[in-house]
């Protein structure tokens, strides 16, 4: 039987808002490197595919509020390649503010440096206030940002084939190294890029990094059906997420691609108890712990509307703008509104059910009830696999590993051992072949 | 007595472009992530003050030559961070085709991440190769580059100095992390950034990276005079190695800075042998692995003239430009063109001398021969310390290791111990002040 991915999404404290200003909590965790390297360790040993850093390249939201300010992925994931062996390492990075040549050649050397465990989570970037960190008075237009993205893609595909599989020879005795016929500059020229190549670095263990893709607008899932390995999606029914994931593997059919190269992972926040009565009473108290004054400040900014318009026991304003009119992230404003109107949730409300994981599923129960949302999800056409999200960190990640992670071995759905080495190997994605490579020429 | 600092500069199989063809070279190792951890920590067990790695964002040369494409540096220093504890990590990279949000962001995560030993070899970028990767047609003027990189610093150090070093307050029962008016906008707009602020990481251990400079240009030692607290400088003679020494800390003291905080590093190729004739024979079976047609090619693309003007055994041409028309690297060309004409060598010897350490000091001896040279460029005021190169590695940096450094101990002129954590603490440099910071405002 197929068996379900799981990807823990590291968080400094946890998800969940509030969750520093727990007794439990490190409120330094988020800068110290021992503290993530305890993690991946943790989710390492339950077997996980994978641990993964969101990032945005500006200081997002209020200071008070959170740990803010965060270590570069790419430097944080190189640090726990050597922690760890086996665990693939994703990270965020934006293609609206870094340029190919740069950026392919960091993920190049992550998958290098940790034997072909690198995942590259492909952003575009939403909001003003990281396009003010680069010379922009404001954001390129959606549209734009995801156009930059695919002639990104293109470019670093390029630069990640330029060198062949078998391109160093290492021949000491005609002093030879590497065949200069098997290096390939790749002049690209595009709307948005100029690039010679080759690259710098020799083709890594992976071929590239997984791609992976998380922006669920009509423009990200277009993205994500040519491009991505793996889909990061937050969603909130069960309805809605099999919607979606028949979509993007719809998608990818259509692109030409083999669906079950894409996998679809939603977002789970679970908050886990003996009982399911001390699982809720655990997520109200963090919900307790939530600052309504940045909590609605973060959310006016979401819906692009002034705090005070917010009256925290009313429900949102009636004349929100239209997904159309939004240029930032558009598939998180839409799961937001939808959520509050569905549900006819009030502001503080609304606000309690997105402190726990940002629109992701929280989920409060018992390590069975969890297991079984899980599966339930997993075996309905909904999840190739979750993104684990806990809302309190270390803990909640170590009563996942020890608790959830057995019951979904004893049913089958889960891994006791890793196969492979890699995280293609880890999500069963098969290494992309070398389009410049001499053996593939002659067929 | 002042005691002198010592610099590892990592370099695949060694400094000596035909190193990897000894049989004793791994010519796999530049991608070896063990096998740098294997250096970094022989260079933290003889204490030295850090290890280096040089850059470029191209693929530099003929990649039959030697082994090339490099793993990005930053990366790498992330990882070694985590296999030692107390030594120095200085990467390079380029101001010309980085931009400063992200590049700002990566060193103070190093710096976070290694706990105080990054440091950062602030390069313009020498090349029209490089340029092609980023979409210009040629390199930007020298002067231009400089102009650039000043900029550059100037908005690092607003970006590093955003956060006050108590800006994090971390205070659960208020549910405050930090406070707000201790973060600061940067608001840089100059004639190449504009950058809005804050930096998304809080304020480093060392304040920012140590700031290392390795131009020798007029423009190059300008910048170093204004910026950098290590210069690093091939110098082929005592009496330029002085001259060049004096004028750095003359500068320095111009620019209002102590010139103690300033340490100048010329490079160091050791060949080291038990006998000199042992050692002698080991350069010369290096020199013998060069393979003169690469060599030939990389001198003319130094020298800008077509390969087959120059004959291997004549002099160089007498109508080489000046070092006014090159906007390359400027003080190499014009270090290689002296070099050629005062000790009248031909091009085959020339190649030869270059092939050590591409304009670097080589020097061919006994332990203690080489521990005299160090000790009278130090003591005769052209060195605080050096940037040792050895032509192979690992083995060059193991005889430097128990053979050099027990005799320069025995001389009072090098540490025993770290008595620092940081890099800062190895080189003597005092952690920069927060100008933001309101006890300094008080005063
Ligand atoms: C699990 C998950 C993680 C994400 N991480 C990031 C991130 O680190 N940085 C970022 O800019 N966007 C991230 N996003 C994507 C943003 O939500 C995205 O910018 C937004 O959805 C815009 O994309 P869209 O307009 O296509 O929906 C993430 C999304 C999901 C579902
Ligand atoms: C020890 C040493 C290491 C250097 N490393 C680099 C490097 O990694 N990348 C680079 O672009 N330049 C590096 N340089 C500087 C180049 O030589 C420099 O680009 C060249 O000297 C141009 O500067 P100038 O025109 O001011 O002389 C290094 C120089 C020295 C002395």
């Known amino acids: 039987m197929t068996q379900l991915h799981l990807n823990l999404f590291l968080h400094d404290t946890g998800h969940h808002e509030a969750s520093w200003r727990l007794p439990e909590s490190d409120p330094h965790a988020h800068l110290g490197i021992e503290y993530h390297e305890r993690l991946a360790r943790i989710a390492e040993a339950a077997k996980f595919d ?21 270590l570069e992925p790419t430097l944080l994931l190189a640090a726990l390649a050597r922690a760890t062996s086996r665990i693939g390492l994703i990270a965020t990075a934006s293609t609206t ?9 960091r993920f190049s050397s992550l998958d290098h440096i940790s034997g072909g465990r690198a995942g590259w989570n492909v952003v575009t970037t939403a ?10 008075d404001g954001q390129p237009a959606h549209f734009d940002r995801y156009e930059r993205a695919d002639e990104f893609l293109h470019v670093a595909k390029k630069l990640w084939d330029s060198w062949d599989d078998d391109a160093i020879v290492a021949d000491k005795e005609r ?9 390939h500059t790749v002049d690209h020229e595009g709307r948005y890029f100029r690039v010679r190549g080759p690259l710098n670095v020799p083709r890594s263990p992976q071929g590239h990094p ?14 994500a059906a040519r491009h991505a390995e793996a889909v990061f999606t937050a969603q909130q029914t069960l309805a809605e997420a099999k919607a979606f994931y028949a979509d993007i593997k719809d998608r990818a059919r259509t692109a030409g691609r083999d669906p079950d190269h894409v996998k679809v992972l939603p977002g789970l926040v679970p908050v886990i108890g003996a009982t399911e009565a001390e699982a809720l009473a655990a997520d109200a108290e963090l919900d307790r712990l939530i600052v309504a004054e940045y909590a609605r400040g973060q959310l006016a900014k979401l819906l692009r509307v002034d705090p005070e318009s917010l009256e925290l026991d009313r429900p949102l304003p009636a004349d929100l703008p239209s997904e159309d009119e939004i240029e930032g992230a558009k598939s998180r404003y839409t799961l937001v509104v939808e959520l509050a109107r569905r ?18 599923k929280t989920f409060a129960g018992t390590p069975e009830q969890v297991a079984d949302t899980i599966e339930h999800w997993f075996r309905e056409g909904a999840a190739d696999g979750f993104n684990i999200m806990p809302a309190v960190l270390p803990s909640g990640l170590e009563l996942f590993a020890t608790e959830v992670v057995p019951i979904l071995r004893q049913r089958g759905l889960f891994r006791t051992e890793y196969t492979g080495t890699t995280l293609r190997d880890h999500y069963g994605l098969p290494r992309p072949a070398n389009p410049f490579s001499r053996s593939l020429a002659v067929v």
């Open 127 to 136: 909001g003003d206030d990281a396009a003010r960190n680069f010379g922009l």
């Open 175 to 183: 002093g030879v190294h590497a065949e200069a016929d098997r290096v």
């Open 210 to 223: 997984v791609l992976v893709q998380a922006g669920s607008s009509e423009d990200g899932k277009g993205f």
């Open 343 to 360: 549900e006819e949730l009030t502001v503080r409300e609304l606000i309690g059910r997105l402190g726990g994981g940002r629109g992701h």
């Open 97 to 105: 503010y870094n340029d190919p040549f740069n950026l392919s050649r």
């Open 50 to 70: 994978s641990v993964f850093l969101a990032d945005s390249p500006v200081l997002w939201g209020q200071v008070g509020r959170r740990p803010s300010g965060k």
